[in-house]
């Protein structure tokens, strides 16, 4: 069973950067979609980027495209949101999920089925 792990949230003031880490753990395998989502208050959970393991190919939602960053560190079986210019809008809980396979075209909570517990991201005004 394949468990995943977040890690790095935290508190900065707009404009600054922060990394998340994912952490695999389990029967892990090199054909993982790895993504990251994300919930802010009173909003639905949203797909921020996802990561095929075996060719480090990415995708992006368009809030975020330019300022993160996804990338992974295989021996480890860690993947890595690196965030750059956050904005308040940006506040929210980050969720890691994995899946076994190709990523999806649509980066949607409904293809995944492992998740980890979420780690708390804010950014003040």
């Known amino acids: 069973q394949v468990q995943v792990v977040e890690s790095g949230g935290g508190s900065v003031q707009a404009g600054g950067s922060m990394r998340l880490s994912c952490s695999a753990s389990g029967y892990w395998h090199t054909r993982y979609c790895l993504a990251w989502f994300r919930q802010g208050p009173g909003k639905e959970r949203e797909g921020v980027a996802s990561?095929?393991?075996?060719?480090?190919?990415?995708k992006y939602a368009d809030t975020v495209k330019g300022r993160f960053t996804l990338s992974q560190d295989n021996a480890k079986m860690e993947v890595y949101l690196e965030m750059n210019r956050l904005k308040p809008e940006d506040s929210g809980l980050y969720y890691c999920a994995a899946l076994a396979g190709v990523c999806p075209r649509d980066l949607a909570m409904r293809h995944f089925n492992i998740w980890g517990q979420g780690t708390r991201v804010t950014v003040s005004s």
């Open positions: 990561l095929y393991t075996v060719d480090d190919s990415t």
